[in-house]
């Protein structure tokens, strides 16, 4: 039987008849790819739209946020490793149809809610239960935040960009050899950071990691890219702290933060810095 190309993201994975993807949320169901992680929710919450983090869009609101499981990259720093790098046989999830999240998220608008977030894991590998529920969230004058790594494909995603108010994108550094040591492609998430801007309000964080993507010269880069497209972007450089993979790596200085913040500010108008 022929392998079938998921098309959502560089890896373009050629799977088998129920073959499962590198991201352990897609796979390969009568001859269609599909998302596996459709429905299952691993996580769900009312949050602050500033823990996003998103901090010029409604700002001092709440927001749904809804996770499931997997993602497409391998960051050896991920903070939310748990429901990140495991599939579905690893972790207990409740299916909740997009009707219900929808009916969910109209009964907490009393209590602040604007919309919905998809986020905790990389949302856009379950990219049809995003679609469906952004759809119906936007017929019901919902909002619609993506929270993501950015790291997918052009042409799968135009569908999606007319639903979604807002992406926080998660540009984890600014050169090739970073992003490849991640399984990412640095240049696809450059062209959905534009085509996201085109469409939606659009908020950047980057991880600041001693000794992998601290330089001054990396965020003068990064921010003069963010600038280019609008130097109205927000930047939000967040510290490091130890987990996974890095357990034994030194936490960011806060002194780093707040020195590269000032860098980032030479070119963008917004620069936060988180967790300090």
Do not use: W
């Not at 352990?24 to 009568?30: C, D, E, L, T």
């Not at 002194?255 to 917004?270: C, D």
């Amino acid at each position: 039987m022929s392998k079938i190309e998921c098309k959502i993201c560089p890896h373009h994975c050629k799977l088998e008849e129920n073959q499962i993807g590198i991201c352990r949320g897609r796979i390969n169901k009568n001859s269609e790819v599909t998302a596996l992680n459709y429905g299952h929710v691993s996580g769900i919450a009312i949050d602050p739209i500033e823990k996003k983090p998103l901090r010029r869009f409604y700002p001092g609101s709440n927001i749904l946020s809804v996770g499931s499981f997997g993602c497409n990259l391998k960051c050896s720093f991920c903070q939310n490793h748990e429901i990140s790098m495991v599939g579905k046989k690893d972790i207990k999830t409740q299916y909740v149809t997009p009707e219900n999240l929808i009916e969910l998220a109209l009964e907490l608008i009393p209590k602040g809610n604007i919309g919905i977030a998809y986020t905790y894991n990389e949302p856009l590998i379950g990219f049809e239960y995003v679609r469906d529920c952004s759809k119906l969230a936007k017929e019901n004058n919902l909002k619609n935040v993506v929270v993501t790594n950015g790291c997918f494909c052009e042409e799968s995603m135009e569908e999606l960009m007319p639903y979604i108010d807002a992406f926080n994108i998660d540009l984890k550094g600014f050169t090739n050899e970073f992003y490849e040591k991640i399984g990412g492609d640095l240049n696809v998430v450059k062209k959905f950071i534009k085509l996201a801007s085109e469409n939606a309000h659009v908020e950047i964080t980057t991880l600041i990691i001693p000794d992998e993507n601290d330089s001054e010269d990396e965020i003068r880069e990064l921010s003069e890219f963010l600038s280019s497209i609008n130097k109205n972007i927000p930047l939000h450089l967040s510290r490091f702290f130890p987990c996974y993979e890095m357990a034994d790596k030194n936490a960011t200085k806060i002194s780093t933060i707040y020195k590269l913040a000032e860098i980032a500010r030479e070119s963008l108008n917004y620069v936060y810095e988180g967790n300090c």
